[in-house]
């Protein structure tokens, strides 16, 4: 719960248009602190690049400088030991070795070969050093053939198990003919040929490497040369390059695929590579520290400026606020008019909008009121009931004509409206109305209200619907009181169809009904019977006692008979004495007995005249609806013919038209 209640308090201060203002700021703030610390790395990375490039071109001119000379020193050394060695017999050579101790400095050993590359002597002495045949080693036919001094590939020393290399110069006898070699072995591990390096710092990734023509590995302050396992940096597009002579700075993948600042230089005494190479990634991590370092300071100053700019931005919007509040008031009828005094030119002319929309809706106002006021004196002085519903259906004003045909007051809701109703009109009144709505038609029906007094009114409704510039506003309508009418109508209907003295059916309406049973029966075949019967001995009741006693017998005979059928069946005068029965969904059976029934009841009706009881017997024919009926005379036609055969049986009896079966009557007469 509160953190829904936080959420929301923080979304309207979002939403604010204070929010809106430092939510841009800060994004503002900080999408240019992003471009320009984007800017500043793409920048500085090159930068930083360059920069560190020069500085590895400068260490490794200085690293091949040093090699160099210290390359050279040793080429010298020998070189004038071979001036030296000049002339001395092969039996005496080993004592010149020995007096030269100096140079075991920088040599682990030095050897002498003659012409034929027989090792003549050697210091320190090894044994089986002496004597062995270096002919066609690698360094002596190369310096046999080149005659200058030459530093062979690196190798294993026999004794020693260690990396060496061979530094050595040529000797030349007395008429300049080649006379041999003079070595001395410098050992890469533990010579002081490459110990300085180790001394040398570039960070903590930089490596320093020396290679050989063939490129395999003489130094590198982190790995032991690689002679003794074969390893080799060749296959390097850079390295090739600096195999092949050439000098420069480049940008490269080193061994282990890490992005390198790399930088070669040639010893060319000893046909070495020098390889000084830094990861870009400890090279940029200074400037990417300083970039995260300045985004932190970027970010507490932007955090600094938003309570700055928050208090600046609320003393800028502080003229809207008023604005505001004033327009409230407006709204609540505390004020007409705004009272705006700021500086600002834009809330300045929205307040004189404001004022002039407000201006014109006071006068539009004043003019719908008067207009209502004439509106509702007419609706009200109207003896017509109208209405006024809006789009969606809802009545919201009736009239008092209206109210006082309904007995309805002024504060009824719609629903107590549909609720009154009748039931049976309820459903069809709100589809039509439903209708209405929807196509825009006008409304028209008569329907039943149930009137608050007890009554129902029968009233008619038409109601359309109120378009202006062709956009619809609402539904007028008129609801007019029918109910004398529909009375009158219903009183119209019943005598055109009733005998007015019996109040049975007439002959028009018992015809209506055969009809309706004869087309049920033809669709459904739902069963039906008709009764025709004459009244016998009527005529001397007439003769002798007027119609007056005459017309009683017959409303007797009337009452008597539609008290013996069932409230479904149909009774009616035909005319004079003659009669009619339509028993719809019945058998035969049952009509025969409702037939006899009929006769028993009618032979006790009695009237007196002058002391004299007079009473009739009844001739009835019976028929039930057959196949082949296809017009209500046929069958008219068969009763008619069964009663005039129950005349000529003596009357007072029942004959079923044929064909029939007579197992379903039992008559006793």
């Not at 005659?147 to 300049?176: K, N, T």
């Amino acid at each position: 719960m509160r953190t829904s209640v936080r959420i929301e308090a923080l979304t309207r201060v979002l939403c604010s248009l204070q929010g809106r203002l430092l939510a841009g700021l800060a994004a503002t703030w900080l999408v240019i602190v992003g471009i320009l610390l984007l800017l500043a790395w793409q920048y500085g990375k090159a930068l930083v690049d360059e920069v560190n490039l020069e500085h590895l071109r400068d260490e490794s001119h200085l690293i091949a400088d040093g090699l160099t000379e210290k390359v050279n020193r040793r080429l010298n050394a020998l070189a004038r030991l071979e001036v030296v060695l000049q002339g001395v017999s092969p039996e005496r050579l080993g004592t010149f070795l020995e007096n030269s101790q100096v140079l075991m400095e920088w040599f682990e050993g030095i050897m002498v070969t003659g012409p034929d590359g027989v090792v003549l002597a050697d210091w320190p002495v090894v044994e089986g050093r002496a004597g062995l045949e270096t002919a066609e080693t690698e360094y002596f036919r190369m310096l046999r053939r080149l005659r200058r001094p030459y530093v062979s590939e690196p190798f294993v020393g026999r004794a020693s198990g260690d990396d060496l290399v061979l530094m050595l110069v040529p000797r030349f006898d007395e008429q300049g003919a080649f006379a041999g070699v003079v070595g001395g072995m410098v050992n890469l591990s533990q010579g002081g040929l490459f110990q300085w390096l180790e001394r040398s710092w570039l960070g903590e990734e930089g490596r320093i490497s020396v290679l050989s023509a063939s490129g395999e590995l003489l130094f590198h302050p982190r790995r032991p040369p690689s002679v003794a396992n074969g390893e080799a940096y060749n296959g390097l597009p850079a390295l090739d390059r600096a195999l092949g002579g050439w000098e420069g700075e480049t940008v490269a993948r080193g061994v282990d695929g890490e992005s390198m600042l790399m930088s070669y230089r040639q010893i060319r005494p000893a046909n070495w590579v020098v390889k000084v190479a830094l990861p870009r990634q400890q090279v940029r991590a200074p400037l990417g520290d300083y970039l995260v370092t300045l985004w932190w300071a970027w970010l507490a100053l932007a955090v600094l400026l938003m309570f700055s700019m928050r208090w600046l931005v609320r003393r800028l919007l502080e003229p809207l606020h008023r604005l505001e509040r004033q327009i409230a008031q407006v709204g609540a009828g505390e004020r007409r008019y705004l009272a705006l005094s700021t500086n600002m030119n834009e809330l300045s002319q929205v307040a004189c909008s404001f004022n002039r929309l407000e201006h014109e809706r006071l006068l539009a106002l004043e003019h719908l009121q008067d207009r209502q006021a004439f509106l509702d004196a007419v609706l009200g002085s109207t003896p017509v009931g109208m209405f006024v519903a809006d789009l969606k259906g809802h009545v919201n004003y009736m009239n008092p004509a209206l109210l006082e045909l309904l007995g309805l007051d002024a504060s009824c809701g719609p629903s107590e409206w549909w609720e009154r109703i009748h039931p049976d009109d309820r459903q069809g009144t709100e589809d039509m109305w439903r209708h209405s709505l929807r196509t825009g038609n006008d409304f028209m029906r008569q329907l039943r209200f149930n009137h608050p007094g007890g009554i129902t009114l029968w009233v008619e409704v038409h109601a359309s619907q109120v378009r202006e510039s062709d956009e619809p506003l609402g539904f007028v309508g008129m609801v007019k009181d029918i109910t004398e009418r529909r009375q009158q109508e219903a009183l119209q209907r019943w005598e055109a169809e009733h005998d007015p003295l019996t109040g049975l059916l007439n002959r028009r309406g018992f015809q209506r009904r055969l009809e309706e049973a004869l087309a049920e029966y033809s669709k459904t075949g739902t069963p039906s019977v008709l009764i025709l019967f004459d009244l016998d001995h009527f005529k001397p009741i007439n003769d002798e006692g007027g119609h007056a006693l005459g017309d009683e017998m017959l409303r007797r005979i009337a009452q008597v008979v539609a008290w013996e059928v069932r409230r479904s069946d149909h009774v009616a005068r035909q005319g004079g004495d003659e009669f009619a029965v339509l028993l719809p969904s019945c058998t035969l059976k049952q009509a025969g007995e409702i037939a006899e029934s009929l006769r028993q009841a009618v032979s006790e009706v009695t009237v007196v005249n002058e002391n004299k009881v007079y009473s009739i017997t009844l001739s009835m024919g019976v028929t039930a609806f057959q196949e082949g009926d296809d017009a209500v005379e046929t069958v008219l036609e068969r009763a008619d013919a069964a009663s005039y055969e129950a005349k000529a049986k003596g009357r007072n009896t029942v004959v079923m038209a044929a064909p029939y079966d007579e197992s379903l009557i039992d008559s006793p007469w």
